[in-house]
């Protein structure tokens, strides 16, 4: 494997805490509801934003495959960012930790389905890249005033790889 490359690993809530948070519904449900007929797990995402509301959108992306080429990282500093597939298929994670103010050595996991993301607000990641169609997120973020965006160009690009 050359330097600029990235083996995927599976999505675990440990590996990828650094980032965010993985919901899902590993484990026993936190409480019985609705007649004891639905299982909630509660509070699996921490939502944090530093003005503005949280809000819902869909996005609709192309399927992407792997390998994959990473050559942006983007990161948005005044809110966390919750994507939920609408479908049962996994999607390709990409993060970096920040080293000083620019995106460090990039890692990539793939969700199983049924897992979802929440990245905290200020956390480099790349695009929404889902590897099946249709390729459709509830996306929970912050509506608001003001740029909540700064992006990177990677020079040289990343390649991830199953």
Not at 51 to 67: C, I, M, N, Q, T
Not at 139 to 153: F, M, Q, S, W, Y
Request: proline letters at 9%; aromatic letters at 8%.
């Amino acid at each position: 494997m050359s330097r600029f490359e990235i083996t995927a690993q599976p999505l675990t809530a440990e590996a990828f805490a650094p980032f965010g948070d993985v919901l899902d519904c590993a484990g026993a449900p936190d409480k019985m509801i609705n007649a004891g007929l639905c299982g909630r797990y509660h509070d699996r995402a921490r939502l944090d934003f530093g003005d503005g509301r949280a809000g819902v959108s869909l996005f609709k992306a192309e399927p992407r495959s792997l390998p994959y080429t990473l050559d942006l990282l983007e990161r948005h500093p005044d809110g966390s960012q919750c994507f939920v597939p609408m479908s049962e298929h996994g999607f390709l994670v990409t993060v970096a930790p920040d080293d000083g103010g620019t995106p460090g050595q990039p890692l990539a996991f793939v969700s199983a389905p049924g897992q979802a993301i929440n990245l905290h607000r200020g956390t480099w990641h790349g695009v929404l890249t889902p590897l099946h169609d249709p390729g459709l997120f509830a996306v929970i973020d912050r509506i608001g005033d003001g740029a909540n965006l700064e992006e990177v160009r990677l020079d040289p690009v990343w390649t991830v790889r199953a």
